[in-house]
């Protein structure tokens, strides 16, 4: 094999798509006209590359990439050995994740980055020599990133926005307003794609009577969530929203805690999926990120996923952040190859929203409390547009 990948960086293992890394390094090879020789790609974490980059370049501090011709400073006797070897190639996993999110760049986008300036140092340009050399290798950067499509993006994350928050409001007082329909319409004229709501088996917010006006209101996307029980199918069939999601219920919980287990009742599950698709009804899970779930949705013919962000959105420290990040990437760019449409949602905000808004595969975030929470102060509209200029950026970024 011409490329030779190790990985020795073990934290969230999974996140790394080795399979999709050693294809675009034989792809490089073949396009940098060397597809004869071999490389070897190394995976570590900040520690080690920073132990390397102390040791061979008297840089003590990580760095995103480090290359290693072949036999450069060993005996050049190793260089008449019949070997078609162009060296080596680190990466820190670490650095390429804190860049990705520093560039707003997908994951692997940044890793394909990485991977390509690695290889021309290998074949010998060197953009510290010269700013001749540095623009030559750029122009060649560029031209592999072009040819990769790397940039391209072919549409904008669109804004879903979930009303029920609006409803909550209302119910404390037990009287007509906030309306949920009214915040609709301001949410659609504000640029939102789409309009949520979860209609309990408690009847906690929203109502019956707000989503059938709402079916006749709502000029974007009408996205239900709901639990799989009886009650709730019946008035879903009877309701024709533009998409059913469907979530797990309890109720105990203050808001939909976890994603919905398909693979413990896969029967139960596809069985209403059976029954809105004959309807007319596709639909969404909300699932966590985890690729035994994600592959189980597409087995029982869902059409939508919708990745639970939630753990991101609460993730503790800097560590935990970045590994919730990498399973939403990874789960985004899984159920994609899977033949599923990718949402995202669930604890979304201000703060948190670009990083998954610039994931190439993920079409829409689904975002209430944050929006509505900001309205009590800024008015909904701003409230809106706001969070849509956050995905706009996000998305335009690439
Ligand atoms: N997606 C799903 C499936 C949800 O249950 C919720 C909460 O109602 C959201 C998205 C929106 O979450 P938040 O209100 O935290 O933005």
Known sequence: MPTDLTSQYTYAKGAVNRKRIK?????????????????????????????????YRQKNQPTNVLSFPFAE??????????????????ISVDTAFRESIEYRQNFH???????????????GYDHEKSTEQAQKMSDKENELLNKLHFHRRTMMTKLAINVDHVATIRQARGINEPDPVAAAAICELAGASGIVVHLREDRRHMQDRDIYLLRQTVKTTLNLEMGANKEIIKIALDLKPDIVTLVPENRQELTTE?????????????????????????????????????????????TFVELHTG??????????????????ATAAEEAHQLGLRVFAGHGLDYQNTAPIAALDMIEELSIG????????????????????????????SF
């Open 23 to 55: 294809n675009l390094s034989n792809w490089l090879l073949n396009q940098c006209g060397v597809k004869e020789y071999t490389v070897s790609i190394l995976l570590v974490d900040d520690k080690k590359i920073c132990q390397l980059n102390n040791q």
């Open 369 to 396: 409390h944050a929006i509505i929470s900001r309205a009590v102060f800024t008015g909904l509209d701003q409230a809106v547009k706001e969070m849509a200029a956050i995905i706009n950026q996000a998305s335009l």
């Open 109 to 123: 986008d940044r890793i394909a980055w990485l991977l390509i300036h690695g290889l021309l140092h290998l074949l």
């Open 73 to 90: 400073g060993a005996d050049r006797s190793l260089l008449s050995l019949p070997v078609r070897e162009l060296g080596d190639i680190v």
């Open 258 to 302: 976890g994603g919905l287990d398909v693979i413990s009742q896969k029967k139960k599950i596809a069985k209403v999926i059976d029954k809105m698709e004959k309807r007319g009804i596709p639909v969404s899970i909300f699932s966590d990120p985890d690729p035994r779930q994600l592959k189980a949705v597409s087995e029982i013919g869902a």
């Open 311 to 328: 753990r991101y959105c609460e993730a503790a420290s800097e560590d935990a952040l970045e590994h919730e990040f990498q399973l939403i």
